[in-house]
């Protein structure tokens, strides 16, 4: 990028407001802080470690509570479903007053849903826990990719995936908790493992107040403003929505079902079923990585693509073969689906400047709320037609893939 000088009178008007203040402001936001990227991250693994229970101890609850797999679903659709309503307003609300402290609040929210759901004595109660963990979902996700963005140092696509990283290895560690602490000594041990939470609360007081500081200083600088016609924009927005909810109803079909798919076709046990999510949920946590690393050198459009797309010939072979192919393409198509959020996000953050709380809302919002959606459809289908009759349907899903063609080139993006 190239300074101004008297040879550059053009560029003068861009650079009239800058004093020493916002040049430090502005030294600051290019370093990478990557111990507020690491405790963040961090912190959503702790978000995501407590989300993911829900789902991986839904065998043990079936058994306890006599559930159907609606009920399963509609458990789903309770979490899922609040934290998509209430993630976009957020977001818009953080826009124009950011609150980064709130990440704490948050976090305990989140503390008191999981300790519920150890101690509920009744479906109804098992819904109110579910429903808390959206709410502090809702607050920690906005305000934390926020963070995320401004430790980035410009490196937006490389703090996304380290962030959507935590959450990744968080919901794969769920189910090993679950397999390995939740079965043998019972669900009130879940408590115990909400304390986690406890410490995240503290550790998110702290960087919130790092980000307040950051914010301040920064106070002085343009802000950003939008690059494309207005139309365009909600036309490329609608377009990433399609394709997160095509990735959220294919993952949602193996982030719910997938240990009773395993157990019905092959006959294994819960544990091995347990293990065996833990390997998709991983695949989930390299994929998320490497999308927004990639991302960042090739473009995120093109990880898209890839993405989305290079997982239909995985998604088609898998309700056809045996268990070990299972458990290598669960992981693969895990992998390539996962690439294409960091990506999403960090496409959608530069189409829409200047609103990263109300994008990452909407996006993370929409992500849980497709979910919840597709959890809920699936479990009504599963319970007519059978666990393997939704996975040959949900094969099909990654061809609305194709209209990624319909957005903006990042060429175009950088010509506005």
Same mark, same amino acid.
Not at 318 to 330: A, C, K, R, Y
Not at 398 to 412: F, H, N, Q, R
């Given at each position: ?187 009130? /041990? $879940?408590?115990?493992?909400? +304390?986690? *939470? @406890?410490?995240?609360?503290?550790? #998110?007081?702290? &960087? !919130? ?93 093109? /990880? $898209?693509?890839?993405?989305? +797309?290079? *997982? @239909?010939?995985?998604?088609?072979? #898998?309700?056809? &073969? !045996? ?94």
């Amino acid at each position: 990028m190239s300074h101004p000088t008297a040879s550059h009178p053009a560029t003068t008007h861009s650079t009239a407001t800058v004093t020493p203040a916002n040049s430090q402001s502005a030294s600051a936001a290019a370093v990478t802080a990557w111990s507020v990227l690491g405790a963040i991250s961090l912190c959503h693994m702790v978000n995501d470690v407590m989300q993911s229970l829900l789902s991986a101890i839904y065998p043990l609850l079936r058994a306890e509570f006599s559930l159907t797999y609606a009920q399963v679903g509609l458990m789903t659709f309770a979490f899922q479903v609040t934290a998509s309503i209430l993630q976009p307003l957020v977001g818009i609300v953080t826009d124009k007053r950011p609150m980064p402290k709130s990440l704490a609040v948050g976090m305990l929210t989140t503390f008191c849903g999981v300790a519920l759901l150890s101690q509920a004595p009744s479906y109804g109660w098992l819904l109110v826990g579910a429903m808390l963990i959206g709410i502090g979902s809702s607050v920690f996700h906005p305000e934390s990719s926020r963070v995320a963005r401004i430790a980035s140092g410009g490196r937006f696509g490389t703090a996304q995936s380290l962030f959507q990283l935590g959450g990744n290895f968080g919901q794969a560690l769920g189910p090993l908790l679950a397999a390995f602490l939740v079965v043998p000594l019972g669900r009130p /041990v $879940i408590g115990w493992v909400a +304390l986690f *939470a @406890l410490a995240g609360a503290a550790a #998110l007081w702290r &960087v !919130g107040a790092w980000a307040e500081g950051r914010r301040r200083a920064a106070k002085t600088l343009a802000a950003p403003t939008p690059r494309l016609p207005r139309g365009r924009v909600v036309g490329a927005i609608a377009v990433l929505a399609l394709l997160v909810m095509t990735k959220n109803f294919y993952t949602a079909s193996l982030s719910s079902y997938y240990t009773f798919f395993l157990i019905e076709k092959f006959g294994v046990s819960a544990q091995m079923s347990q293990v065996m999510l833990f390997l998709f949920l991983g695949g989930m946590a390299a994929g998320v990585m490497l999308g927004g690393i990639i991302g960042d050198r090739v473009g995120a459009l093109t /990880v $898209i693509w890839v993405s989305i +797309l290079g *997982a @239909l010939p995985l998604t088609l072979l #898998l309700p056809h &073969v !045996g268990l070990i192919p299972t458990g290598i393409l669960s992981v693969l198509i895990g992998l390539v689906l996962a690439s294409a959020f960091p990506a999403i996000v960090v496409y959608a953050q530069e189409l829409v400047p200047g609103r990263t709380g109300m994008i990452a809302g909407l996006f993370f919002g929409f992500a849980f709320g497709m979910g919840g959606v597709a959890a809920a459809l699936l479990g009504q289908v599963a319970d007519a037609r059978g666990i393997e009759f939704v996975y040959l349907l949900c094969s099909f899903l990654p061809v609305l893939g194709l209209a990624t063609i319909l957005l903006p080139s990042e060429k175009s993006l950088r010509a506005a």
